[in-house]
C-alpha cells in the first residue's frame, strides 16, 4: 500500500560562517528520524527529502520546500507532512513595522549560510513570520495534517563566554545580519499577510500545522554526542507507548530530557488533540487477525485456506496497527482446523497473560521442508575462518523463524531456493522446479537490515503458500482460470484463452494489459481471493479481494468473474504465478502479501477482515494454479 507521509528533514552541524559555533548531533538526529520513518512507519526513501548540512542553505531549504511538499503531485489532502530541524536559532531585533504586535525580537532558524553574504544581501536565517506564511501555503494546498518539529532554541544564550558549554546549544547570536536582511529574505509570500510576531514560532492558535519545540520560550535546546535531548526522547516514546493512540499535547507531557538545563519541551496550535500525524501511518497490519474467546481457548479467524495446521502458534496482541508498540500478550497453540478458522488453547497453563484481540503467528508448522543452498562466497568463507560459532537459528548470519521447517542442503540441485551473502548485499535465487530455467536474482542491499533479515522468511513462507493445496480438492475440475489480452480501444477481451492446461506462453508487448475471467462450474457460490506470485520466490501481491462488505459471494455458482488487470507494472521477470484460492465463507486473505511495492496497491479496507461472525454449516476452499512464461519485445516493456 502506497505510504501517505512525507518529510523535509534538515539536520546543520557545521556551519559556514566562522562566527557561528559548530553543532555535533543534529544531521545524526535527522538521520534517525528519517530511519524511524522508514523502518517503523514504513515510508519510502523517495516521501523523504534530506538536507545536512551545506546542502541545507536558505535557498536550498525554500526551494525543496516548494517542491518536495507544496507542488509535489504525489500528496493528496490530508497526508501526513513532516517538517523536522535541527540545528541553531537564533533572535534578531526586529524591525519597525515588522508585522502586528510590534515584538521587539523575530526568531528565526539558521540554515548552513546563515549570517553570511548572499546573491541578496546577507542572509538573516529563515524567520517565525516567513515559515508561516510557507505551512499557511502548503496547508491551503495539501490540508492541515503538518507537523513541525523544531530541535533548537531561540534565546541568546547565557553560557556564550563558555565555549566548552555553548557548544550544546542549539542557539546562536546573530552579530553581521541587520534588520533590513530580514525584509530582505522574506518569504514572498508573507508580503500582505498577518502575523502576530509577539510569540514567534510559539504561535498557539494556528491552523496550519501543529507545533512539537524542544523547549519553552527563554529555555535552551540541548544536545550531546549521541543526539538532541528532545529528539532522543521524541524517538524513545515508540519503545513506550503505542504512538496510534497518543495525541500531541500528551506526547509533549510524556517528554522530558534529562540534563542540568531546563528544558521542557512544547505542544500547540489549533490541532494539537489530534493523534499524531492524525493517524495516517498507524494502518492496519494485514499479518494481525482477529480472535475471540475467553484467557485459556481461542477462536482464530485463520484456517487451512491461509495454511493452519494443527501445532500452528501464535501471539495476541492489542491491536493491529502498523509502526505501533504492540508487545505479545499471550502465546497460544491451534489444536482444531477448520477452512477459515481454527481452535486454539494457551500453550503455557501455569504463565499467564493478557488479554488480546488481534493474532500474529509465529510458527506455521510447516510439514514440508524448504530446502535452502547456501553459495559459498568470500563473505561466508570469511565468517567460517574468523568466527568461531555460528547460532542455531541463522544460515551464514540470516535468521531463521522457527516453524516453517527451514532447512540447509548442500547441493544446489536438491534446493528450492540458493543465497549468496556478500559483503554488501544478499542475493537469492529460486531453484522452483514450475519455474523456466532462466530464474531471476532478487538482490537486497545488506544496508536495508529489516529486508535481509526477513529473507528466508518470506521465502519460506512464499514456497508454503506455492506449493499448499486442500488434499480432499472439493472442487476438483470445477474452477477454470482463462487469460486473455485487452483490446486498447474497446477495452474488451481479444483472442484466445491465453491458458492451456494451467500454462500461458505469452508474447508480451510493450503497453499491453489483460483480463483474467474466474469460471465456478460447481452448484455453490463461491469468495476468490487471486494472488500473483513473481517468480524472484518472495513477492506475492493480492490481484483481487472481494471486500468485507460485499453482500454475497462474488463468483456465483455456474457463473464467471472477469478481473481487468490492467496498468499494473510488473518487475523484469520472465514467469510468474496466478494462484487462486477459494472458500465458500468469506475470510480475509490479506495475509498472503509479500511486498513493500504491490503491483496494484490495494486501499486498506478490502485486506482487514470483517467484524467477527459465527460461521454455520459445513465450509469447503480450495486452490488452483496458473503457470505464466512471458518473452518480452524489449528489455524495459515489462507490463501486465
Same mark, same amino acid.
Given at each position: ?249 500528551? $506526547? ?265 475471467? $474466474? ?122
Amino acid at each position: 500500500m502506497a505510504s501517505r507521509v512525507f518529510a523535509l528533514l534538515i539536520g546543520i552541524d557545521d556551519y559556514k560562517s566562522g562566527r557561528i559555533w559548530n553543532l555535533e548531533a543534529c544531521a545524526d538526529d535527522a538521520r534517525r528520524m528519517k530511519q524511524w520513518l522508514m523502518q517503523d512507519l514504513h515510508v519510502p526513501s523517495s516521501n523523504i527529502a534530506l538536507l545536512l548540512n551545506r546542502q541545507a542553505t536558505k535557498r536550498r531549504i525554500e526551494d525543496t520546500f516548494m517542491s518536495h511538499l507544496v507542488n509535489n503531485p504525489a500528496i493528496s489532502q490530508g497526508d501526513a507532512l513532516l517538517l523536522y530541524f535541527a540545528g541553531h536559532g537564533s533572535s534578531m531585533s526586529a524591525p519597525r513595522d515588522w508585522c502586528e504586535g510590534k515584538p521587539r525580537h523575530v526568531q528565526v532558524l539558521c540554515p548552513y549560510d546563515h549570517d553570511t553574504k548572499g546573491p541578496e544581501g546577507r542572509v538573516a536565517g529563515i524567520s517565525d513570520r516567513s515559515l508561516y506564511a510557507m505551512l499557511g501555503e502548503l496547508s491551503a494546498v495539501k490540508g492541515d495534517n503538518i507537523t513541525l518539529i523544531l530541535d533548537c532554541s531561540f534565546s541568546s544564550p547565557q553560557l556564550a563566554g563558555n565555549a566548552h558549554d555553548r557548544r550544546g546549544v542549539r542557539c546562536t547570536l546573530t552579530e553581521k545580519a541587520r534588520k533590513e536582511d530580514l525584509f530582505t529574505g522574506l518569504w514572498r509570500g508573507a508580503i500582505g499577510k498577518k502575523f502576530n510576531g509577539g510569540h514567534g514560532f510559539y504561535q498557539d492558535d494556528t491552523q496550519s500545522h501543529t507545533l512539537l519545540a524542544a523547549c519553552k520560550p527563554g529555555e535552551m535546546a540541548t544536545e550531546w554526542k549521541e543526539g538532541g535531548r528532545f529528539t532522543q526522547e521524541f524517538l524513545a516514546m515508540k519503545k513506550l507507548v503505542p504512538l496510534h493512540q497518543l495525541r500531541y499535547f500528551e $506526547l509533549s507531557e510524556r517528554l522530558s530530557p534529562a540534563g542540568h538545563v531546563p528544558q521542557h519541551p512544547v505542544c500547540l496550535g489549533h490541532h494539537k488533540d489530534r493523534v499524531i500525524f492524525n493517524g495516517i501511518p498507524f494502518v492496519p497490519d494485514t499479518n494481525f487477525v482477529p480472535v475471540e474467546g475467553d484467557k485459556d481457548g481461542l477462536r482464530l479467524h485463520m484456517g487451512a485456506i491461509h495454511g493452519v495446521v494443527e501445532g500452528t502458534e501464535f501471539n495476541v496482541h492489542s491491536h493491529n496497527r502498523h509502526g505501533s508498540l504492540n508487545p505479545s500478550l499471550d502465546s497460544f497453540r491451534v489444536y482444531e482446523v477448520h477452512p477459515t478458522w481454527s481452535l486454539a488453547r494457551r500453550k503455557s497453563i501455569n504463565k499467564r497473560g493478557g488479554r488480546g484481540s488481534w493474532a500474529r503467528i509465529t510458527r506455521w508448522n510447516a510439514r514440508t521442508p524448504f530446502r535452502v543452498y547456501m553459495k559459498k562466497t568470500c563473505s561466508s568463507l570469511f565468517r567460517q575462518l574468523f568466527c568461531r560459532l555460528t547460532p542455531a537459528d541463522e544460515l551464514d548470519g540470516i535468521p531463521i523463524k522457527e516453524g516453517l521447517n527451514i532447512v540447509e542442503v548442500e547441493n544446489s540441485m536438491m534446493a528450492d531456493i540458493s543465497v549468496g551473502v556478500h559483503s554488501r548485499d544478499v542475493r537469492v535465487q529460486t531453484r522452483n522446479q514450475l519455474a523456466p530455467p532462466r530464474r531471476p536474482v532478487l538482490t537486497i542491499e545488506k544496508k536495508d537490515r529489516d529486508r535481509s533479515a526477513l529473507i528466508l522468511d518470506e521465502a519460506a513462507r512464499y514456497h508454503m503458500h506455492l506449493h499448499r493445496t486442500n488434499p480432499e480438492n472439493p472442487f476438483r475440475d470445477q474452477l477454470q482460470m482463462e487469460l486473455y489480452l485487452v483490446d486498447p480501444q474497446t477495452q474488451s477481451r481479444a483472442g484466445h484463452n491465453l491458458l492451456l492446461n494451467g500454462k500461458a506462453e505469452i508474447a508480451h508487448k510493450r503497453g499491453a494489459s489483460y483480463a483474467v475471467v $474466474l469460471r465456478n462450474h460447481s452448484d455453490t457460490d463461491l469468495w476468490p481471493y487471486l494472488a500473483y506470485m513473481d517468480s524472484n520466490g518472495v513477492d506475492i501481491h493480492l490481484l483481487y479481494h472481494p471486500g468485507p462488505c460485499s453482500p454475497a459471494p462474488t463468483l456465483s455458482k455456474n457463473g464467471y468473474l472477469e478481473i481487468a488487470l490492467r496498468s499494473l507494472s510488473l518487475p523484469q521477470l520472465d514467469s510468474g504465478f496466478l494462484k487462486l484460492f477459494v472458500s465458500t465463507s468469506y475470510t480475509s486473505l490479506g495475509i498472503l502479501e509479500q511486498s513493500s511495492t504491490p503491483i496494484q496497491p490495494a486501499p486498506s479496507d478490502i485486506l482487514v477482515p470483517r467484524p467477527l461472525q459465527l460461521v454455520h454449516g459445513a465450509q469447503e476452499w480450495d486452490t488452483t494454479l496458473a503457470i505464466l512464461n512471458f518473452s518480452h519485445e524489449t528489455l524495459s516493456a515489462k507490463r501486465l
